[in-house]
């Protein structure tokens, strides 16, 4: 299968950015809080890397977010994981 030009292929980024964090996608997207994730990566100068989302078994979407530091990771995590 060929890939789109620019883009990685998602095992390689999952291997350079092996730090992850899965939310789940809720219904209707994450509108707005979207754009303040991107933004938290803006604001670090780093780039948003994705691993491969999923779905299970009650249909819940999930998306993960791939980091090469354990710290940003778990930064990311505290400002935008719900308990």
Known sequence: ???YKGHTKTSLTEREFPHRVEMIVPKGGFGKRLDKMHEWHRARS???KFGRSRRDEKNRDYVTWCFADAAM???FRASFVRS
Do not use: F, L, N, V
Request: no cysteine; glycine share 0%.
């Open 1 to 3: 299968m060929t890939r």
């Open 46 to 48: 780093i780039k948003a």
């Open 73 to 75: 990771a778990d930064s």
